[in-house]
């Protein structure tokens, strides 16, 4: 009996372009987003390693890469990113232990995130000025 | 014709999720005071000239956590990125992508390692 099929549209489950942004799912992607981007970062560090194994030539160039206002942007991305997936991680290892799962504290760790890897990013900025000059 | 059970048996999980789930948590544990220690030791040798730079890393201390750092940090990230390979990729590129993935942390873990073994023990 075709006439008794439903002809209106059946609700689907909501997906991510439908959803509005929370604290939350904000932080989840953010901390597989940084992750992906210190793999790159990770790589870096392999070709600063190398080239420092390789001698002073190789070890100036990439020093005055890093020293350049494109190389001080990267090193400035890193490292927030470094301190958004470290904070983010930590989250995530508390939860594992069984710990925070209540929306106010997911919300309050979630802020904590986000406060705490920005002051870090600050931080570290401002001791490399004062160490560095 | 098989049995539902024999169906059953062999199929399924891989059974090792749980060892990986658990070693990505142990590595993160480790990296937090390695990757700390050498954001620090960024901050402090962003201006180093060749020398210092050299005489930093042949430090026991400073060869012994980069070791560490660069063992750590491509275990952990192989694993995070085989999730995010496994979560997006569902083509025919899945199982090459991976592999690539798996490749290119073991190549340059090791280039790292024996990078810094050469600073350290070199002439």
Redesign the interface.
């Given at each position: 009996m075709a006439s008794s099929t439903p002809k209106r549209t059946r609700p689907l489950s909501p997906n991510i372009q439908i959803y509005r942004p929370q604290l939350t799912s904000v932080l989840s992607i953010a901390n597989r987003i940084t992750g992906v981007v210190l793999s790159m970062y990770a790589v870096a560090l392999v070709v600063w390693l190398v080239a420092g194994a390789a001698g002073p030539r190789g070890y100036s160039t990439m020093h005055a890469f890093m020293r350049s206002w494109i190389g001080q942007i990267l090193v400035f991305g890193g490292t927030f990113s470094f301190f958004m997936h470290l904070c983010g991680g930590i989250r995530h290892l508390v939860w594992d232990a069984g710990y925070g799962f209540d929306l106010r504290a997911i919300y309050a760790s979630g802020y904590a995130v986000v406060v705490t890897s920005t002051a870090l990013t600050v931080a570290a900025w401002i001791a490399s000025i004062i160490w560095v000059g | 014709m098989r049995s539902p059970l024999g169906r059953a048996v062999g199929l399924g999980s891989a059974k090792d999720g749980v060892e990986r789930w658990w070693l990505e948590?142990v590595t993160?544990?480790a990296l937090?005071p390695l990757?700390?220690w050498f954001?620090a030791s960024?901050?402090?040798h962003?201006?180093s000239?060749?020398l210092t730079?050299?005489a930093w890393?042949r430090t026991p201390i400073a060869t012994i956590l980069?070791v560490l750092l660069?063992a750590g940090?491509?275990y952990h990230?192989g694993l995070?990125?085989q999730v995010?390979i496994e979560d997006y990729v569902h083509s025919g590129m899945k199982i090459p992508a991976l592999l690539g993935m798996r490749f290119g942390c073991v190549a340059?873990a090791v280039?790292?390692i024996?990078?810094?073994l050469?600073?350290a023990l070199?002439d």
């Open positions: - | 948590r993160a544990i937090v990757t700390v954001a960024i901050i402090v962003m201006d000239d060749y730079f050299i890393i980069m660069v940090l491509f990230m995070g990125l995010v340059l280039a790292g024996l990078a810094t050469r600073i070199g």
